[in-house]
């Protein structure tokens, strides 16, 4: 029964948020493991208008209700949406079991899709009651992964610290010490028999025609292991395949060549780097020059960074390159985006962050979306020679290959000098040789002397 009072408890304040519509109804709500259910109590009284107050046997179960719901809550976790062009990937990994705790925005697994991984981080604290998928598994967006009950955190038995174990190895060696004097003692009282002494049986006789025959049919190779290995190819390697080969397929790719004289540009990297690294913490690279050179060399010959779409070109005004990065998935091509408003030191920056992001497997679709044209430096793996791949829907790619000393003839005279070979892949449906020829001609020439760049 309700009596009634001037002033509610605190702990009655908290049972009991608010009053509604009079005195006759009380509001709670409680957390279920499903979901979060509203559930409305009628209590009957026969106060007039003095404030209501429940009696301990009420406030007591009412305690015991909402501490047992609230103790059972758990959270589904789901599939997070990844992008507008990706709705599935494929389970890497969970890095809990069932009946491990995990702390809220831990990792609880890894998606890999065809371009990044994505990480799914555990929304509350609690433990894990139920993983609904293996590793490899396809999983879309959406789909439950695990469940979690909320609770506070404890230490799970494989978290748990291998003290005990390098105790009881720590004990097995003493017991074993201890074994071994009775041990002794127990050979000391009891001799060893003598052993009988057999006649030794002759060995059977073999004649050469049997072993040259054995060793005739007996291939030498069988020493050897001929083992094989099959894996699963990952999402990333089967889309890497699939874009190449969609590439050779759809374009008509010619590739050009041309050699330059890497002389002016090591001397200018040779006499400034010192001084860029003190000032502004860049290493001054290659790539920031031959960045700026292809952008100045696209202003004579916009087809290299246009476009077919259907049955129109499509001619930019700005230069998004793609920077071709070895991971160890694959290859990606994080986008450097309006490249012809950077200086060579801002290019080299931002090369250096989506670098670090490709190899820590931090990047995201934004940064690989969008390239318009894209360079890719074999010469850092030793490459002498090579024939890129355009990256479609683009028109062309140049390749960059290592800088060897060879000798050249300059003024007449044979001297040796450090080379690069260059290649440009061009799709021969939008760029005539004529146009392919020339970027790339201007581009050796802005290398060979990069004082002309500041002439554009």
């Given at each position: 029964?309700?009596?009634?009072?001037?002033?509610?408890?605190?702990?009655?304040?908290?049972?009991?948020?608010?009053?509604?519509?009079?005195?006759?109804?009380?509001?709670?709500?409680?957390?279920?493991?499903?979901?979060?259910?509203?559930?409305?109590?009628?209590?009957?009284?026969?106060?007039?208008?003095?404030?209501?107050?429940?009696?301990?046997?009420?406030?007591?179960?009412?305690?015991?209700?909402?501490?047992?719901?609230?103790?059972?809550?758990?959270?589904?976790?789901?599939?997070?949406?990844?992008?507008?062009?990706?709705?599935?990937?494929?389970?890497?990994?969970?890095?809990?079991?069932?009946?491990?705790?995990?702390?809220?925005?831990?990792?609880?697994?890894?998606?890999?899709?065809?371009?990044?991984?994505?990480?799914?981080?555990?929304?509350?604290?609690?433990?894990?009651?139920?993983?609904?998928?293996?590793?490899?598994?396809?999983?879309?967006?959406?789909?439950?992964?695990?469940?979690?009950?909320?609770?506070?955190?404890?230490e799970?038995?494989?978290?748990?610290?291998?003290e005990?174990?390098?105790?009881?190895?720590?004990?097995?060696?003493?017991?074993?010490k201890?074994?071994?004097?009775?041990?002794?003692?127990?050979?000391?009282?009891?001799?060893?028999?003598?052993?009988?002494?057999?006649?030794p049986?002759?060995?059977?006789?073999?004649?050469?025609?049997?072993?040259?025959a054995?060793?005739?049919?007996?291939?030498?190779?069988?020493?050897?292991?001929?083992?094989?290995?099959?894996?699963?190819?990952?999402?990333?390697?089967?889309?890497?395949?699939?874009?190449?080969?969609?590439s050779?397929?759809?374009?008509?790719?010619?590739?050009?060549?041309?050699?330059?004289?890497?002389?002016?540009?090591?001397?200018?990297?040779?006499?400034?780097?010192?001084?860029?690294?003190?000032?502004?913490?860049?290493?001054?690279?290659?790539?920031?020059?031959?960045?700026?050179?292809?952008?100045?060399?696209?202003?004579?010959?916009?087809?290299?960074?246009?476009?077919?779409?259907?049955?129109?070109?499509?001619?930019?005004?700005?230069?998004?390159?793609?920077?071709?990065?070895?991971?160890?998935k694959?290859?990606?091509?994080?986008?450097?985006?309006?490249?012809?408003?950077l200086?060579?030191?801002?290019?080299?920056n931002?090369?250096v962050?989506?670098?670090?992001?490709?190899?820590?497997?931090?990047?995201?679709?934004?940064?690989?979306?969008?390239?318009?044209?894209?360079?890719?430096?074999?010469?850092?793996?030793?490459?002498?020679?090579?024939?890129?791949?355009?990256?479609?829907?683009?028109?062309?790619?140049?390749?960059?290959?290592?800088?060897?000393?060879?000798?050249?003839?300059?003024?007449?005279?044979?001297?040796?000098?450090?080379?690069?070979?260059?290649?440009?892949?061009?799709?021969?449906?939008?760029?005539?040789?004529?146009?392919?020829?020339?970027?790339?001609?201007?581009?050796?020439e802005?290398?060979e002397?990069?004082?002309?760049?500041?002439?554009?």
């Amino acid at each position: 029964m309700l009596s009634r009072s001037n002033t509610l408890t605190s702990t009655s304040r908290r049972i009991i948020p608010r009053i509604l519509k009079g005195p006759n109804a009380v509001r709670t709500v409680s957390t279920t493991s499903t979901a979060i259910k509203r559930q409305y109590h009628l209590i009957k009284t026969n106060y007039t208008s003095s404030p209501l107050t429940l009696n301990n046997t009420v406030l007591s179960s009412s305690l015991t209700f909402y501490n047992h719901a609230h103790r059972f809550a758990s959270t589904k976790v789901e599939v997070p949406p990844m992008a507008e062009s990706l709705t599935e990937g494929s389970l890497k990994e969970f890095t809990k079991k069932v009946g491990d705790y995990i702390k809220q925005d831990d990792l609880l697994a890894t998606i890999e899709t065809d371009k990044i991984d994505i990480e799914v981080i555990a929304p509350v604290t609690g433990k894990i009651t139920k993983l609904n998928f293996n590793p490899d598994d396809t999983v879309v967006v959406g789909d439950e992964l695990a469940t979690i009950e909320e609770g506070e955190f404890q230490e799970s038995s494989s978290d748990a610290p291998a003290e005990t174990k390098e105790e009881t190895t720590k004990k097995e060696p003493s017991e074993t010490k201890k074994e071994e004097p009775s041990l002794k003692k127990d050979e000391k009282k009891e001799p060893a028999p003598a052993p009988s002494k057999r006649e030794p049986t002759p060995a059977p006789a073999t004649s050469a025609k049997d072993t040259s025959a054995s060793s005739s049919t007996t291939p030498s190779w069988t020493s050897f292991s001929r083992n094989e290995n099959r894996v699963k190819m990952n999402r990333m390697r089967l889309r890497i395949a699939e874009r190449l080969k969609e590439s050779q397929n759809t374009a008509a790719s010619l590739t050009t060549f041309n050699e330059v004289d890497m002389t002016s540009l090591l001397e200018m990297r040779k006499l400034y780097k010192d001084e860029i690294i003190k000032k502004n913490g860049i290493k001054f690279g290659f790539m920031g020059l031959f960045s700026k050179a292809c952008c100045l060399a696209s202003k004579d010959i916009p087809g290299v960074n246009g476009a077919i779409e259907g049955d129109q070109i499509v001619y930019r005004d700005f230069v998004d390159i793609s920077m071709a990065v070895a991971t160890p998935k694959g290859l990606v091509t994080p986008v450097i985006r309006n490249v012809e408003s950077l200086s060579v030191l801002e290019i080299e920056n931002e090369l250096v962050k989506v670098s670090k992001k490709a190899r820590d497997g931090k990047l995201t679709l934004e940064d690989m979306t969008g390239g318009t044209f894209t360079i890719s430096n074999g010469g850092v793996f030793g490459s002498l020679f090579g024939t890129p791949i355009i990256n479609m829907p683009q028109t062309a790619v140049l390749g960059l290959h290592g800088v060897k000393e060879r000798p050249v003839s300059i003024n007449g005279q044979i001297v040796s000098r450090p080379m690069m070979y260059m290649a440009l892949t061009y799709d021969h449906r939008l760029l005539d040789g004529r146009e392919a020829v020339t970027f790339l001609k201007t581009v050796k020439e802005l290398i060979e002397d990069p004082r002309k760049m500041m002439l554009f």
